[in-house]
């Protein structure tokens, strides 16, 4: 079964960071692109970026390209959101999910969600 | 980048009704788009890949259709389970990979 689990919920002061984990398991880590969305309170899906682990080829969106860095560790199954110099509007869900396939393609499986709330 | 516009924004739907969602892509996207489904507090879930395929599980009620920059979600006898919040996403060009605003499906 493929599962993907998430570290669990954050609160952060303005200008700190934080490291989100995604655990996965059940299939070959290495063979599929996994990906970040954020969901701000009561809003929609944000595509934040990529990693493909086998190789650690890493592609953002433009709207967070030098604001978040993702990676991943081959060793045991996990990526990672990090964020840095954390603002009040970086409060927000913080999901992990897998692509379908070695392609970028739909999003098959899904974490349970990373909430984050960054208040001073 | 792609912009995935989706409307209506809210449907109001009685149960066992049909409803109809719209995804419109700013430029084609072939048929490189899926469907979401989110409860309130959950994750997002797969409904529909490759504009009309059904994803592991989905019931036969759930019809995606359309290619280019025009797709439709067609949800029949809606159930009390299917209330919620239906996303399209595009994968065809990227990064990013973009997603609609979302259509919220309603108990009318």
């Known amino acids: 079964e493929v599962q993907l689990v998430q570290s669990g919920a954050e609160v952060k002061k303005p200008g700190e960071s934080l490291k989100i984990s995604c655990k996965t398991s059940g299939y070959s880590f290495t063979s599929h692109w996994i990906g970040w969305v954020r969901q701000m309170p009561g809003k929609g899906l944000d595509w934040m970026g990529i990693i493909y682990p086998g190789d650690s080829d890493t592609r953002y969106s433009p709207s967070f390209q030098g604001q978040v860095t993702i990676s991943a560790d081959k060793s045991i199954s996990t990526a990672y959101l990090q964020l840095s110099s954390l603002k009040a509007s970086d409060t927000a869900m913080y999901y992990c999910?897998?692509?379908?396939?070695?392609?970028?393609?739909?999003?098959?499986?899904w974490g349970q969600g990373t909430l984050v709330t960054v208040s001073s | 980048e792609i912009v995935m516009t989706q409307s209506p924004a809210t449907l109001s739907v009685s149960p066992g009704e049909r409803a109809t969602l719209s995804c419109r892509a700013s430029q084609s996207v072939n048929s490189n788009l899926a469907w979401y489904l989110q409860k309130p507090g959950q994750a997002p879930r797969l409904l529909i890949y490759?504009?009309?395929t059904r994803a592991t599980g989905i019931p036969a009620r759930f019809s995606g259709s359309g290619s280019g920059t025009e797709f439709t979600l067609t949800i029949n006898s809606l159930q009390s389970e299917d209330f919620a919040v239906y996303y399209c996403?595009?994968?065809?060009?990227?990064?990013?990979?973009?997603f609609g605003g979302g259509t919220k499906v309603e108990i009318k």
């Open positions: 996403q595009q994968y065809n060009d990227w990064p990013p990979l973009t």
């Open positions: 490759g504009a009309s």
């Open positions: 999910a897998r692509h379908g396939s070695q392609l970028v393609r739909e999003y098959d499986y």
